[in-house]
Nanobody, 115 residues
Framework: QVQLVESGGGLVQAGGSLRLSCAASGTIFSTNIMGWYRQNPGKARELVASITSGGSTNYADSVKDRFTISRDNAKNTVYLQMNGLKPEDSAVYYC?????????WGQGTQVTVSS
């Protein structure tokens, strides 16, 4: 089993930056995809960014050029650097570990961007 622990959320003013971290523990296979999703009450969870174990990345159009996802495979940790934050980026951010049909979610971390 895999466990995910997120950190780094908080309150920031518009235009500011935050860095989220997600540490994975347990049985980590070398081939996997890790990502960040976000969700607001009453809305569907949406992909923010993902990164494969080989380093290929994918971003939602709304965060391209502002957010950067990266990972340290030696530490089994994925990061999300968020710059130029906007009020519409406010949400609970969830880390995800995926390997084929196996999906694990973190507990979520709140990001609030004030205008």
């Amino acid at each position: 089993q895999v466990q995910l622990v997120e950190s780094g959320g908080g309150l920031v003013q518009a235009g500011g930056s935050l860095r989220l971290s997600c540490a994975a523990s347990g049985t980590i296979f070398s081939t996997n995809i890790m990502g960040w999703y976000r969700q607001n009450p009453g809305k569907a969870r949406e992909l923010v960014a993902s990164i494969t174990s080989g380093g290929s990345t994918n971003y939602a159009d709304s965060v391209k050029d502002r957010f950067t996802i990266s990972r340290d495979n030696a530490k089994n940790t994925v990061y999300l650097q968020m710059n130029g934050l906007k009020p519409e980026d406010s949400a609970v951010y969830y880390c995800n570990y995926n390997r084929y049909t196996y999906d694990v979610w973190g507990q979520g971390t709140q990001v609030t961007v004030s205008s």
